[in-house]
């Protein structure tokens, strides 16, 4: 079958591996599409992102696929079914290591709950965390819609993490596909005010469509005074872009008891944080990695908005390659044009 590699930093070439066998627990699925994350999927590729260092390796992790093989012991996919998040870790190559591998035409999807069910939920038997969160989705979920909730479903379950509940007054910093999905959820979720902070235009006009109360551009004079022009202080302010200049721009925006929630992997293992310009008592929150219990419960929510006409990949996805031409698509991410790109195979 076909992939993509990353064989140097920078440099991606599409190669030839071989096709993944399932285990008993485990379904193979064909490709449908995946998407670019445009954050971790860069730091990967330029050689940046903590833990991934071995080129060459096979890249992506967020994907959709339809069941076409199933283990003797899975009970809970079916041939058929569409699947979110198949994966190849592990896969056995003398060639190449795996950064999830999901850019692939075949993939791996592993049943957790039978393993649960039967005991055997461990790495001793081959259990991985990411089990969890391979769940298929409802037939009327179309292939676009499943894919980006690979996005939607850790930004949603990120709320829980961070604490945010409706009600409160927010700023996003960042109008990318999790600034924006912040935005969105947010707004569909009851909050007050909701900032949007991007330097991109097109990105800000997203954000307000997408029920953000106002957008600036980074370097707007007005951002320093939006607490003191609305008489009070922000309950939150969510760092979408991953700077340690974002944060401590949002330091001053918040009050007594409220929180800078820190989004995706650092690439630093320290931040320098301007404490003194911000309140006595307020919290630092950093969400790296999703937690998998929320972010596979978060599915549900999801489904129940696309099904409704209140969320779609529309809003979202807005360019499309052949997955041959990922070098292509690497290169206009690098110049921030995109907001979610998306790979047919």
């Given at each position: 079958?076909?992939?993509i590699?990353?064989?140097?930093?920078?440099?991606?070439q599409?190669?030839?591996?071989?096709?993944?066998?399932?285990t008993?627990?485990q379904?193979r699925?064909?490709?449908e599409?995946a998407?670019?994350c445009?954050i971790?999927?860069?730091?990967?590729?330029?050689?940046?992102?903590?833990?991934?260092?071995?080129f060459?390796?096979?890249?992506?992790?967020?994907?959709?696929?339809i069941?076409?093989?199933?283990?003797d012991?899975?009970r809970?996919?079916?041939m058929?079914?569409r699947?979110?998040?198949?994966?190849?870790?592990?896969?056995?190559?003398?060639?190449?290591?795996s950064?999830?591998g999901?850019?692939?035409?075949?993939?791996?999807?592993g049943?957790h709950?039978?393993?649960?069910?039967?005991?055997?939920?461990?790495?001793?038997h081959?259990?991985?965390?990411?089990?969890?969160?391979?769940?298929?989705?409802?037939?009327?979920i179309?292939v676009?819609?499943a894919?980006?909730?690979?996005?939607?479903?850790?930004?949603?379950?990120s709320?829980?993490?961070?604490?945010?509940k409706p009600?409160?007054?927010?700023?996003?910093?960042g109008?990318?596909?999790?600034g924006?999905?912040?935005?969105?959820?947010?707004?569909?979720?009851?909050?007050?005010e909701?900032?949007?902070?991007?330097?991109n235009?097109?990105?800000?006009?997203?954000?307000?469509?997408?029920?953000?109360?106002?957008?600036?551009?980074?370097?707007d004079?007005?951002?320093?005074?939006?607490?003191?022009?609305?008489?009070?202080p922000?309950?939150?302010?969510?760092d979408?872009v991953?700077?340690?200049?974002?944060?401590?721009a949002g330091?001053?925006?918040?009050?007594?008891?409220s929180?800078?929630?820190?989004?995706g992997t650092?690439?630093?293992?320290?931040?320098?944080l301007?404490?003194?310009n911000?309140?006595?008592?307020?919290?630092?929150?950093?969400?790296?990695w999703p937690t998998?219990?929320?972010e596979?419960g978060a599915?549900k929510?999801?489904?129940?908005?696309?099904?409704?006409?209140q969320?779609?990949?529309?809003e979202?996805i807005?360019a499309e390659?052949?997955?041959?031409e990922?070098?292509?698509a690497?290169k206009?991410?690098?110049?921030?044009?995109?907001?979610?790109?998306?790979?047919?195979?």
């Amino acid at each position: 079958m076909k992939s993509i590699a990353v064989t140097e930093p920078g440099r991606l070439q599409v190669v030839e591996v071989p096709e993944p066998m399932p285990t008993p627990y485990q379904v193979r699925l064909q490709t449908e599409a995946a998407c670019l994350c445009n954050i971790t999927d860069r730091k990967i590729i330029e050689g940046r992102f903590p833990g991934v260092e071995n080129f060459p390796f096979l890249l992506g992790h967020e994907t959709v696929g339809i069941v076409e093989t199933v283990g003797d012991k899975v009970r809970n996919f079916e041939m058929g079914d569409r699947v979110i998040g198949g994966l190849l870790i592990p896969y056995e190559s003398d060639q190449y290591d795996s950064a999830w591998g999901g850019f692939s035409q075949y993939l791996l999807a592993g049943d957790h709950q039978a393993m649960v069910d039967d005991g055997v939920a461990t790495s001793d038997h081959g259990w991985l965390d990411t089990y969890e969160v391979m769940k298929s989705v409802p037939s009327y979920i179309g292939v676009e819609d499943a894919v980006m909730m690979c996005t939607w479903r850790e930004v949603l379950s990120s709320f829980t993490d961070f604490d945010l509940k409706p009600g409160t007054d927010l700023i996003v910093f960042g109008a990318g596909a999790v600034g924006l999905s912040f935005v969105k959820f947010a707004r569909l979720l009851g909050f007050n005010e909701i900032v949007s902070i991007d330097p991109n235009y097109h990105k800000r006009e997203k954000a307000l469509a997408m029920g953000a109360t106002s957008a600036y551009a980074p370097d707007d004079v007005n951002i320093s005074t939006l607490a003191i022009d609305r008489g009070c202080p922000f309950d939150a302010v969510i760092d979408a872009v991953g700077k340690e200049v974002v944060i401590n721009a949002g330091i001053p925006l918040i009050g007594m008891g409220s929180s800078i929630c820190i989004y995706g992997t650092l690439s630093s293992s320290s931040l320098s944080l301007e404490f003194g310009n911000g309140p006595y008592n307020f919290d630092i929150k950093v969400h790296q990695w999703p937690t998998r219990f929320l972010e596979a419960g978060a599915q549900k929510q999801l489904v129940e908005w696309v099904k409704d006409g209140q969320l779609s990949y529309s809003e979202f996805i807005d360019a499309e390659y052949p997955f041959q031409e990922i070098d292509l698509a690497f290169k206009e991410i690098k110049k921030s044009k995109p907001i979610k790109t998306l790979f047919r195979f």
